[in-house]
C-alpha cells in the first residue's frame, strides 16, 4: 500500500525566509508526485506535479520541487516565503495509471509579516 | 466554468441515521472521486468513478458508499452513522482521472452527533 510522510505539522517562518518541506513516500512503483495547497477559506489547488522528465519541477507563485528518487522523496521549496504563502500543504503520490491518490497528513504554514 | 459543487455545505445529523452527499464536477469532467478530511487522519481516499463505474475504493467500512450518474454527478451514501464519521468530505473531479490535476469542491461538513 502506498503511503506519504510528511516531517513537520506546522510551520513558522518570517516573510523572506526560505522554506523546505519534507515528504517521504512508500511505494514500490512509477510513481505520480504532487503538492496540493489549501489557502485559508479556500479550495485545495495543486501547486505542481511531477510525472516524469526532469526531477526538478516548477509550479505556481515560486514554488518548486525535486524528485529523489533514491530518496523516496519530493520535497517543496521557495526561495522566500511571502504573507500571502500562509496555508497548509499537502504532498500527495499516485502509482502510475491508479485511480487513487494518497496524501499526506499537511503541513500548515504560517508566514509572519 | 462553473468549478465542482457540493451540497450541501454544512450537515447535522444523529448517530444511526443515513446521509447522502451530492458533487457536480466541471463540465466535461467524467472522473469524480472522493475524500474524507479530518484533523487527525488527514485527507482519505473513499472512492473514484468515471462513466458510472467505481475504479477503485479505499479502506471505509461498507457503511461509506457511493454513484455516478450518466451526466457524472455523484454522490456518496453513509448509513448508519457513526460520532466517527465527522469530518468534511470533500469531492474533485478530472476529466479522466489518471494521474491527472484534481479539481476540488469546497466539501460538505457532515457532524454526527
Known amino acids: 500500500a502506498q503511503s506519504v510522510s510528511q516531517h513537520n505539522h506546522h510551520v513558522i517562518l518570517s516573510e523572506a525566509a526560505s522554506l523546505e518541506l519534507g515528504c517521504n513516500y512508500s511505494?514500490?512503483?512509477?510513481?505520480?508526485l504532487f503538492w496540493y495547497v489549501q489557502y485559508p477559506g479556500q479550495h485545495l489547488q495543486l501547486l505542481l506535479k511531477?510525472?516524469?522528465?526532469?526531477?526538478l519541477v516548477k509550479g505556481i507563485k515560486g514554488f518548486e520541487a525535486e524528485f529523489i528518487k533514491s530518496k523516496f522523496s519530493f520535497n517543496l521549496r521557495k526561495p522566500s516565503v511571502q504573507w500571502s504563502d500562509t496555508a497548509e500543504y499537502f504532498c500527495?503520490?499516485?502509482?502510475?495509471?491508479?485511480?487513487?491518490?494518497?496524501f499526506g497528513k499537511g503541513t500548515k504554514l504560517s508566514v509572519i509579516p | 466554468k462553473a468549478g465542482v459543487t457540493q451540497t450541501p455545505r454544512y450537515l447535522i445529523k444523529t448517530r444511526g441515521q443515513q446521509v447522502t452527499l451530492s458533487c457536480s464536477p466541471i463540465s466535461g469532467h467524467r472522473s469524480v472521486s472522493w475524500y474524507q478530511q479530518t484533523p487527525g487522519q488527514g485527507l482519505q481516499f473513499l472512492f473514484e468513478?468515471?462513466?458510472?463505474?467505481?475504479?477503485n475504493k479505499g479502506n471505509f467500512p461498507g457503511r461509506f458508499s457511493g454513484r455516478q450518474f450518466s451526466n457524472s454527478r455523484s454522490e456518496m451514501n453513509v448509513s448508519t452513522l457513526e460520532l466517527g464519521d465527522s469530518a468534511l468530505y470533500l469531492c474533485a473531479s478530472s476529466l479522466t482521472g489518471v494521474g491527472e490535476k484534481l479539481f476540488f469542491g469546497s466539501g460538505t461538513q457532515l457532524s454526527v452527533l
Open positions: 468513478y468515471f462513466s458510472e463505474t467505481q475504479r
Open positions: 511505494y514500490g512503483g512509477t510513481v505520480n
Open positions: 511531477y510525472f516524469s522528465g526532469d526531477p
Open positions: 500527495a503520490v499516485s502509482g502510475a495509471g491508479s485511480y487513487q491518490l494518497t
